[in-house]
């Protein structure tokens, strides 16, 4: 069975730090691209940012560009997202996702292009 679990949410203080994981289980992932959403209370998931399979290229999304860091270890089948001068409208649900493959530069935005899922970590962030 293929599963997707993240770690590393938490309750931080305005400008602190967290570094969230996303582990895979039942097949690697080296070979796919891997993303992070969030979803805010009463809002629509939103793209975070993504990283291609060898690590080489990652894109944020605006919102979090310059203080978020989107990583991967291939050989734990794991993905990283570093999140510096967090905001209090940082606090969300994150997901992570993974594509089934695709090229070097494949770097989806969209939440249809992925085909896995985890459950989700909760960051919330106090002012």
């Known amino acids: 069975q293929v599963r997707l679990v993240e770690s590393g949410g938490g309750l931080v203080q305005a400008g602190g730090s967290l570094r969230l994981s996303c582990a895979a289980y039942g097949r690697t992932f080296s070979g796919s691209a891997m993303g992070w959403f969030r979803q805010a209370p009463g809002k629509e998931r939103e793209f975070v940012g993504t990283?291609?399979?060898?690590?080489?290229?990652?894109y944020y999304a605006d919102s979090v560009k310059g203080r978020f860091t989107i990583s991967r270890d291939n050989t734990k089948n794991t993905v990283y997202l570093q999140m510096n001068s967090l905001k209090p409208e940082d606090t969300a649900a994150y997901y992570c996702a993974a594509t089934n493959g695709g090229s070097y530069y494949y770097t989806p935005r969209i939440e249809g292009e992925y085909d896995y899922w985890g459950q989700g970590t909760q960051v919330t962030v106090s002012s």
């Open positions: 990283i291609n399979w060898s690590g080489g290229i990652t």
